[in-house]
């Protein structure tokens, strides 16, 4: 009943939507990285994690073992209830391929319930992630959205998706929105789950004529973007998006729901003081601090991102296509229409 399976065919067969991928390794090393769309059915938490390890250095490996085995006799039945739960084909995996996806792979298959187990362990998924980006050629021309902060970039990318574009939305991957505010209220990933996200979205749209992404900078918060990918954004066709300044405050207050996120508003903005003339940084700490959102915004666009933003906007190869819109709705229509006139 139990089969092993390379990377790739896991990830043939899950593509599918012929396989639910199953990680049994403990809830934080899930949370830190796993393969997108795998679900966590741990064998051992944390805790116990961290006592059978601590058994095997200062006692024997089988103590270990023995430890392990009392662990999982008590949790047994809810172990199976949880696969029997789910559809018909599985796949397990943990870390190396090793112990606990083996465990889980024969005790299923005990209770007559197929589960393939992947070889390698998430290891070697890992290594098929980062020799599949080492490799990677790009083959769709880049359409860059640009604009100001606030114009509601990420937002318009979105609705694109929604209507099937290919868009390649790094700002999601990275759990950031690249700005110093750009992790309030959101999980930033690390550069594992980045990269592993990453992999799929570029795989997914190879063979598009186009795919759409933001006018990032390489680093979006703890992670950096692959240099074929930076280089192919600064070849691509930028389209920039120039919206009204008080539909710019509008969508920040909208999108960073400052209300909610006060002190870390606060937090973050003492990080950049320093870079402003003292009386406007001094105007926005209080505008903070009195919870009077929109006015810190506005002034943090007049004098923080608005010059920033000019000074470091990047030369492409490409001249810019400038669409002056009311909103992000109406940036939709018309970048749909630029995208029939181009493609």
């Not at 002056?324 to 109406?330: L, W």
Request: glycine share 6%; hydrophobic share 40%; aromatic share 8%.
């Amino acid at each position: 009943m139990q089969q092993d399976i390379t990377v790739q065919e896991l990830l043939r067969l899950h593509q599918e939507r012929e396989l639910t991928l199953v990680d049994v390794r403990s809830p934080g090393e899930f949370k830190e990285f796993t393969i997108p769309g795998s679900l966590n059915i741990p064998l051992f938490d944390d805790r116990e994690r961290a006592e059978i390890g601590t058994t095997y250095k200062q006692v024997s490996i089988e103590a270990a073992k023995q430890r392990g085995l009392e662990i999982v006799s008590a949790k047994l039945p809810a172990f199976i209830r949880e696969f029997q739960a789910l559809g018909p084909n599985k796949a397990v995996f943990c870390w190396r391929g090793g112990m606990r996806s083996r465990t889980s792979a024969t005790l299923l298959s005990l209770m007559g319930i197929r589960a393939y187990r992947l070889t390698g362990g998430i290891r070697a998924y890992r290594q098929w992630v980062v020799q599949t980006l080492e490799s990677f050629e790009h083959k769709p021309r880049v359409i860059v959205i640009a604009g100001h902060t606030g114009t509601g970039k990420s937002l318009i990318l979105r609705k694109l998706a929604e209507r099937g574009y290919p868009v390649l939305d790094l700002e999601r991957m990275a759990g950031h929105r690249g700005s110093i505010f750009g992790q309030i209220g959101l999980a930033p990933n690390n550069q594992k789950t980045f990269e592993s996200l990453l992999v799929h979205e570029l795989l997914r749209y190879q063979d598009r004529p186009f795919v759409l992404m933001e006018a990032e900078s390489r680093r979006i918060g703890r992670v950096v973007m692959p240099s074929f990918l930076a280089e192919a954004k600064t070849s691509g066709i930028p389209i920039r998006i120039e919206v009204p300044l008080e539909e710019r405050i509008r969508h920040i207050v909208q999108e960073y729901r400052p209300e909610e996120h006060a002190d870390a508003c606060l937090t973050a903005f003492r990080q950049i003081h320093r870079r402003l003339h003292t009386p406007i940084a001094a105007q926005i700490e209080q505008h903070l601090l009195d919870h009077e959102f929109e006015e810190a915004a506005g002034l943090l666009l007049e004098y923080y991102y608005d010059p920033r933003y000019e000074h470091a906007e990047e030369s492409y190869t490409t001249e810019a296509i400038r669409l002056r819109v009311r909103h992000a709705d109406e940036a939709v229509q018309r970048i749909e229409q630029e995208l029939k006139r181009l493609f």
